[in-house]
Nanobody
Framework: QVQMVESGGGLVQAGGSLRLSCTAS????????VGWFRQAPGKEREGISC????????DYTDSVKGRFTISRDNAEKTLFLQMNSLKPEDTAMYYC????????????????????WGRGTQVTVSS
């Protein structure tokens, strides 16, 4: 059973930056496709970035392209999300997720495609 723990959230002013981390307990982290999601109060969970297990395919939702960067360190079993030029509309609970993948290029922004989830870290951007 994979356990994932997010960290790095907090309160930041608009235009600022945060770096989220997600550490997984699974020793074969390199076999997992991964993603970052967020959920604001009263809204559905939204996929914001994904990375295939090989790291060769990356995708972002349009609203964060050019501002957010996903990366992973398989040796440390850690997923990162660098968030720059933050906006008040980025305020949400942020979740990392993983799925054991037989494909080296699978990358999904759909929550239903992921099996393992962290409990989330809150990001609040003030105007």
């Amino acid at each position: 059973q994979v356990q994932m723990v997010e960290s790095g959230g907090g309160l930041v002013q608009a235009g600022g930056s945060l770096r989220l981390s997600c550490t997984a307990s699974e020793l074969t982290f390199a076999l997992y496709g991964v993603g970052w999601f967020r959920q604001a109060p009263g809204k559905e969970r939204e996929g914001i970035s994904c990375m295939s297990r090989s790291s060769t395919r990356i995708d972002y939702t349009d609203s964060v392209k050019g501002r957010f960067t996903i990366s992973r360190d398989n040796a440390e079993k850690t997923l990162f999300l660098q968030m720059n030029s933050l906006k008040p509309e980025d305020t949400a609970m942020y979740y990392c997720a993983a799925v054991l993948s037989t494909s080296t290029t699978a990358c999904s922004l759909f929550p239903a495609d992921f099996h393992y989830w962290g409990r989330g870290t809150q990001v609040t951007v003030s105007s």
